[in-house]
Every structure is written in structure tokens, then in C-alpha cells.
């Protein structure tokens, strides 16, 4: 059963931390059902890979996907905008305040690249690869594949937005790509999970647990 065969992380692979910043976790603005339970898997696999790169969401104020920004609609409502459907949300991970911060209890000093994502006013970024016009590039494909990775491994929050939208994006620049689920939570709105789930496997993205990461 090679689905099983444990990982051993070498020089080819990256693991990915997706947006474990304080608006995610319990009592932030956004805060992500049991969002502080991904810290603990993902710091026992950051001493497992050499080489950690980190997400983050940085919204300037006013942006196009906070519900403030749309009078008349409360977060999670839906609004089309230039590039398609964006769902509303609460004012979240706003440039330069402490909700945007990632979480101090992230042990990874060796993290070698921080992505920042969603500061365009008009254009959201769940994806660390590409931003929610499907167009605009963030360079993280091009960087991975500048240092020659191969295989990628998606943690962090949320399970359904943006570590989905990043692992699709991964998968589709040509990365064999994997979605630690125990270092990940969900939003799950709207049937959000269950698609997302759905959409990662149709596309041939591993869905795996941390005990397949051989430990460092
Ligand atoms: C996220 C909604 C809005 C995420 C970011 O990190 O999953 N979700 N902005
Ligand atoms: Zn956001």
C-alpha cells in the first residue's frame, strides 16, 4: 500500500504553513473552530523538514472580502465581484495589527520564507500561488521550483479556504502535493469542507495524517 509508506522528508520536499495567525485562533476575528489544536502537529513536523515556508494573510483596511466593505451584507454573505463569487468575512489578518501576526507559538525559527497574500484592496488570495482573479501570481510556484522541490505538504487553517486553495494550486504547478489533516482546521461554511475535501481529492492531492511523516 504505497499510500501508506511513511515520508521521509529530504532536500525535494517543503512543508507549507498556512496562515496560523492570532485573527484564525480562538478569539480572533475569524477565529477558526479548534484552530489552536493544528500548532502542536505542526511543530512536531517543522523539526522533521529542513526547509518551512509559511503563509500569510495580510489585508489592507477596507479590503474587498471583509462584509464592512459591502453595506447592506453581514460575514458569509456572498457578493459577485470582478473576478466571481467572494464570500464575506469578518475584518481579519489587517496589515500591520496583531491579528495578523503569526502565532508566537509556532516553534519553527528555521521557516525560510514568509508569502504574504490578499494585500491587493480589490482581489482576495485564499491560494499562497495564485489570487482569487486566478491571475495574479504571488512567484511561490516559481520559487519552489527555482529551489527544486517536488513534493509539498499543506498544513495550517483553514482546511477549506486557503490551505485547499493552495494545495490545488500546488498540485496544478506540477508538485505532488499533500494535505496533513490533523495539522489542519476548518471554517466549514456552507457545505465548504465537504467541497473542499471533494475538489482535493478529484484532483489527485494526498489527504494524509502527521504519523506518516517519519519524525526528525
Ligand atoms: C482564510 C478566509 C478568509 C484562510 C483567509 O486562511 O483560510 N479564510 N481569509
Ligand atoms: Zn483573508
Not at 494585500?119 to 516559481?142: C, H, K, N, V
Request: a negative charge; charged letters at 20%; aromatic letters at 8%.
Amino acid at each position: 500500500m504505497a499510500e501508506q509508506a511513511t515520508v521521509v522528508p529530504t532536500d525535494r520536499d517543503a512543508l507549507i504553513v498556512t496562515d496560523v495567525q492570532y485573527d484564525f485562533l480562538p478569539g480572533g476575528a475569524l477565529a477558526v473552530p479548534d484552530g489552536d489544536a493544528v500548532i502542536g502537529p505542526i511543530n512536531r513536523l517543522a523539526r522533521a523538514f529542513r526547509h518551512v515556508l509559511l503563509t500569510q494573510d495580510w489585508h489592507p483596511r477596507g479590503h474587498a472580502s471583509f462584509a464592512s466593505s459591502h453595506p447592506g451584507h453581514e460575514p458569509f454573505d456572498t457578493v459577485e465581484l470582478s473576478y466571481g463569487t467572494q464570500i464575506l468575512w469578518p475584518d481579519h489578518c489587517v496589515q500591520g495589527t496583531p491579528g495578523a501576526e503569526i502565532s508566537r507559538d509556532l516553534d519553527i525559527p528555521h521557516a525560510q520564507l514568509v508569502i504574504r497574500k490578499g494585500y491587493d484592496p480589490a482581489i482576495d488570495s485564499y491560494s499562497g500561488f495564485i489570487e482569487a482573479d486566478r491571475r495574479t501570481r504571488t512567484g511561490l510556484a516559481g520559487y519552489l521550483k527555482e529551489r527544486g522541490f517536488e513534493r509539498v505538504f499543506c498544513t495550517g487553517l483553514a482546511t477549506d479556504f486557503c490551505v485547499a486553495w493552495t494545495a490545488l494550486d500546488a498540485k496544478a504547478a506540477g508538485f505532488d502535493t499533500h494535505v496533513i489533516l490533523d495539522a489542519c482546521r476548518a471554517i466549514d461554511t456552507q457545505g465548504s469542507l465537504a467541497r473542499a475535501l471533494a475538489d482535493l481529492k478529484a484532483a489527485g492531492v494526498h489527504l494524509i495524517d502527521s504519523a506518516r511523516i517519519a519524525s526528525a
